[in-house]
């Protein structure tokens, strides 16, 4: 699974047809494009983790452990612009997030996103001479991390298996290795 504000990023990226040099991560290097048009800034306000699963599943090459954890994270977008650009379009943000493209991108990435910004709120301001047309919006998204790695061996596998069957009028008792190899 891609980090949520990265699938983020590139839905936006792709839906309004945006360069690199026009959106990006908080805390990122990047030099703005100082031309016309949007410019996209996305950054997590917090997540909370919601639910944690940890189980074990046999495979051809021996145990593996899942470890999963349920996370929402609230996800700023701020879109802006030195023109009016950003004021006529940002309601295109919403459009594309709740795209074909978008449901795709989070289904393979075992997201989802609210369809509906909690607001949208107008937090333009004076930069240097003139004043930057700036709209911040933010959504909840919802996201399942998981992690696979093989399960190592320890304090259980010294421990020998035995299985009893009891039936009408025998009993069958067999010895099996602890970790089961396929």
Do not use: C
């Amino acid at each position: 699974m891609r980090e949520p504000v990265k699938v983020i990023r590139d839905i936006l990226k792709s839906e309004l047809g945006l360069t690199d040099k026009r959106i990006m991560l908080t805390n990122s290097k990047i030099d703005i494009d100082p031309g016309p048009g949007i410019f996209i800034a996305l950054s997590y306000l917090h997540s909370k983790a919601f639910a944690s699963n940890n189980y074990a599943t046999p495979t051809p090459a021996g145990m593996q452990e899942t470890q999963e954890v349920a996370m929402v994270h609230h996800i700023q977008v701020d879109i802006m612009s030195a023109d009016e650009s950003a004021r006529m379009q940002k309601e295109q943000v919403i459009q594309a997030l709740q795209s074909i493209f978008a449901q795709q991108a989070m289904d393979a990435n075992l997201m989802n996103i609210n369809k509906l910004p909690t607001e949208i709120i107008d937090t333009s301001s004076l930069e240097e001479t003139k004043i930057m047309n700036r709209y911040t919006m933010n959504f909840s998204l919802f996201a399942l991390h998981s992690l696979n790695k093989p399960l190592a061996g320890g304090y259980y596998d010294k421990f020998p298996v035995t299985v009893q069957d009891d039936t009408d009028t025998h009993v069958e008792s067999f010895e099996a290795e602890a970790t089961p190899s396929f």
